[in-house]
């Protein structure tokens, strides 16, 4: 089996160990907890950014450095020793971007040639994850659809939030120019494994499934012009001058499919 399928393989079997424990079931995690990260999944197709580097300008990972048993960690994006979770830390003050007030240890959906993801709305794109909020502070976005090229925008299509009171929120921007209305879409406790996807299908519609449980969002056409990429981890929405304090998200199972 090729390398890329046989670490895909593994991811999904990792998330599919977890949701059985949350159902109940028991299974023996997939993931190995002595390796990094990218030895337990495909991470050909993210580049990471951290809560370090020059103000304004966070540092990143490219695809090459996270791939393989011995790629990239750290204290901010590293593997549980205790289940194989892909981890992300962001604390509450951390380097970010220059069009965010808030740090995150967070993946950037790349092309497997290196390059950027900007892919148009039409068709079919799809983002699932099984993961797990280990602490938050107050609010963390765990998935987003962001807005490429196309525009000036640096507006999100949709993120999806885990909230410190468990709920699951998803927010759909309302314009390019901003205006976001938020949805509760499920609820969770804090440390209690769940999954979700993140769907567009024919350009039109944003179908979201949270532990099974499927909502659909028009588009709205102001949208149109934009191309899209997906993004996952540990966004965190909320700052102060702590280093302690903060959101840390492990993930079982993380994917995307495009066609």
């Not at 590293?78 to 380097?95: N, Q």
């Not at 740090?103 to 148009?120: F, I, K, P, Q």
Request: net charge positive.
């Amino acid at each position: 089996m090729k390398l890329r399928s046989r670490l895909l393989a593994v991811a999904t079997a990792a998330g599919i160990a977890a949701a059985l424990s949350v159902m109940g079931g028991t299974s023996a995690s997939a993931a190995n907890p002595a390796v990094a990260p990218g030895g337990n999944f495909n991470l050909s197709v993210w580049q990471l950014q951290e809560p370090v580097g020059s103000p304004g300008s966070p540092t990143t990972i490219s695809s090459s450095r996270l791939q393989g048993a011995n790629g990239y960690q750290d204290s901010y994006f590293y593997t549980d020793t205790r289940d194989g979770a892909m981890t992300f830390w962001a604390p509450e003050k951390g380097v970010t971007t220059p069009n965010s007030n808030y740090a995150r240890s967070e993946l950037r959906e790349m092309n497997s040639n290196g390059s950027a993801a900007d892919w148009s709305l039409s068709g079919s794109h799809k983002l699932s994850a099984t993961l797990r909020v280990v602490s938050v502070t107050s609010n963390v976005c765990v998935g987003q659809i962001h807005l490429g090229s196309g525009g000036t925008s640096t507006k999100p299509l949709v993120e999806l939030y885990y909230r410190s009171s468990g709920d699951i929120v998803a927010g759909i921007e309302n314009s390019p120019d901003g205006g976001q209305t938020p949805h509760t879409v499920g609820h969770v406790s804090v440390g209690k494994t769940w999954t979700y996807t993140i769907a567009v299908s024919g350009g039109n519609q944003i179908d979201l499934t949270v532990n099974g449980s499927t909502t659909h969002y028009p588009i709205p056409s102001s949208f149109k012009p934009y191309k899209q990429y997906f993004k996952a981890g540990s966004y965190n929405q909320s700052s102060s001058d702590s280093t302690t304090k903060g959101a840390r998200v492990g993930f079982y199972g993380l994917t995307v499919s495009h066609s």
